[in-house]
């Protein structure tokens, strides 16, 4: 298989909005990113994907996109981005933009064209549907985010369809303009530079409305396909795709290198773990870590040899893990190295998301007034409407709720972490004063060396990214695994757990390759793992 650079490297996702805010409006922006590229350095990563940063309304912070090739206002212009480019590739840190394309703001100018008639030329670019016939929307389908996927436009008597936001009118693949705009634009994009793409939502863009298909539609892998050709297959370019369906069965379909579709996808199926059977995300389940180690291995061991994984616990989309299934209090620092020994030993490209480094929390709400996120807004009033619990509601927010990882990076302890020199567009954790770069920079034990020594070890180490993946049969609470390369191997131990737990292994010692203990031990056999204790150890 050929080797390709964004299977070696570590990928740092920006949120800019939270990031860093330059010029004290309370919102971060590209110069803000620009002045942490060195902390950025530091740590060791190869690449950052930035959440949109288009021109948008902002309706689903710059997830509704109003023009592709231009930059929004309050992060800054063209020329900033041109430079945070520049100073990025300077210190071989690539870009990698989020690309938004099942859907665009109905501020675009193709959405607005296309509701004011029936006959526009624009029209086709989006997909609109007559009434059905007793008056009401022409099928069943839903909205993510709350409420019926249809939209009754006054102006031509027609619905069109939104996934998500009523502010987020989907884009008809079927129609060949539309495939050449958006492959027009991401040339644009890669003729600038950028390392790569994320890719929204793009198992949606298949979907056949008519016939309730959403995710997985019939056309789903060919429009991928003429993407690659037309786009980025003439580069070694990552696209990851973010595909809220994949199994590990239709993943090798997108990353299989001879299908020339993307690098590897976003999979869901960890993070919908703690969820009831048949509910929502908002219907809380605790985490089985059996269940968890049984969907984490199975991803290793049927992508393994054909295609590529991605791995995260982390986006702008999920609660901190540290808060959700570590342990944010006595165990927080504990806990955050673990989940991060865990995920970096696997096999694939690891995502960090901002904050996650120093080991940022939860924040809860007490009152629907100091939640920003639309997605929580609207199923607020959705579960209001139908009768449910307050205080429930809530906790579903505190729990899972977006805002929980957009809270404004904490960087020091002064006015506002150094996040801004204004008000922040949304307030930051209380705990900012504790949990900081500033801190984390100055405790040699902190979470942030542990993220830095994970990715130097990669950068050292081949079979950190090429080694075999076989789980460990062990207690549920113990998530243990070895790599394998080329004779070497290497065992990965961790509690995910505040209790002691038991741990045996046959296997000689040779030496600790990385711990998030002091302990020194020289044997495996029968030792008793502490709270979320986590090593590797190179073995006989
Ligand atoms: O938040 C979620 C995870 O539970 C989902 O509902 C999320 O909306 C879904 O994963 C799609 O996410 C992506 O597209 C959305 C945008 O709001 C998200 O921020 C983005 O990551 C629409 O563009
Ligand atoms: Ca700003």
């Known amino acids: 298989m050929v080797q390709h650079w964004w299977q070696e490297i570590v990928v740092y996702q920006i949120y800019p909005r939270s990031f860093n805010d330059s010029n004290g409006d309370g919102i971060g922006d590209l110069q803000g990113i620009i002045e942490k590229l060195d902390y950025l350095k530091e740590l060791g990563i190869g690449a950052i994907w930035l959440s949109p940063v288009y021109q948008s309304p902002n309706d689903d912070n710059g997830y509704d996109i109003s023009n592709y090739e231009a930059i929004m206002d309050e992060f800054g212009s063209m020329d900033d981005m041109e430079e945070l480019l520049a100073q990025a590739n300077q210190r071989g840190i690539k870009i ?121 539609g019939p056309k789903l892998h060919d429009y991928l396909q003429e ?46 773990l703690d969820i009831q059977a048949n509910g929502e995300k908002w219907d809380l389940a605790p985490l089985d870590v059996a269940k968890l180690k049984e969907v984490l291995a199975k991803w290793q061991k049927e992508l393994g040899d054909e295609g590529w ?23 927080r620092v504990q806990s955050a190295k ?34 920003a996120d639309i997605e929580s807004i609207n199923m607020y009033h959705e579960r209001l409407a139908k009768g449910y619990d307050k205080k429930d509601i809530l906790a579903s927010i505190n729990a899972k709720g977006r805002d929980n990882a957009r809270r404004p ?58 080694g075999s993946f076989q789980l460990v049969d062990t207690v549920d609470e113990v998530f243990s695994y070895y790599r394998k390369y080329k004779g070497q191997r290497w065992l990965v131990v961790t509690n995910f757990s505040s209790e002691v737990q038991p741990f045996s292994s046959e296997d000689e010692m040779k030496k600790v390759i990385i711990q998030n203990t002091v302990d020194e031990f020289t044997t495996l056999e029968n030792i008793n793992l502490q709270p979320w204790q986590a090593f590797v150890v190179e073995v006989e």
């Open 96 to 216: 990698i933009m989020d690309l938004v394309v099942n859907h665009t703001s109905d501020e675009h100018a193709w959405f607005i064209e296309a509701r004011k008639d029936k006959n526009s030329p624009y029209r086709d670019y989006y997909i609109w549907a007559n009434p059905a016939a007793d008056g009401t929307t022409p099928n069943d389908l839903t909205s993510f985010f709350s409420g019926s996927a249809w939209k009754f436009d006054e102006e031509t008597g027609q619905y069109y369809l939104h996934f998500f936001s009523k502010k987020q009118p989907d884009l008809n693949w079927e129609n060949e303009k539309v495939r050449e705009e958006v492959y027009h634009m991401m040339n644009f994009w890669i003729d600038k530079g950028i390392g790569g793409f994320r890719m929204d939502v793009i198992d949606l863009i298949g979907k056949v409305p008519q016939e309730k298909i959403s995710t997985n």
């Open 227 to 272: 993407m690659n050709q037309k786009t980025f297959g003439k580069y070694d370019l990552l696209t990851v795709g973010e595909t809220m369906a994949a199994t590990p069965e239709n993943a090798k379909l997108y990353s299989k290198p001879e299908r020339k579709e993307l690098s590897m996808v976003f999979q869901f199926q960890h993070m919908n």
């Open 309 to 331: 994984n991605s791995l995260y616990w982390n986006n702008h989309d999920q609660p901190r893990i540290v808060s959700r299934w570590g342990d944010d209090d006595k165990y």
């Open 338 to 371: 673990m989940l991060a020994i865990l995920l970096h030993m696997m096999k694939g490209t690891p995502y960090i998301y901002q904050g996650e480094e120093i080991g940022m929390t939860n924040t809860p709400i007490s009152d629907i007034s100091e939640a």
């Open 409 to 466: 990076m904490a960087w020091d302890s002064s006015t506002n972490a150094g996040f801004t020199s204004g008000k922040p567009w949304l307030a930051l954790n209380d705990n900012y004063k504790d949990i900081n770069v500033e801190l984390a920079l100055k405790g040699p034990n902190s979470i942030f060396y542990t993220y830095q020594k994970l990715i130097q070890l990669r950068k050292e180490n081949p079979i950190m990214i090429w």
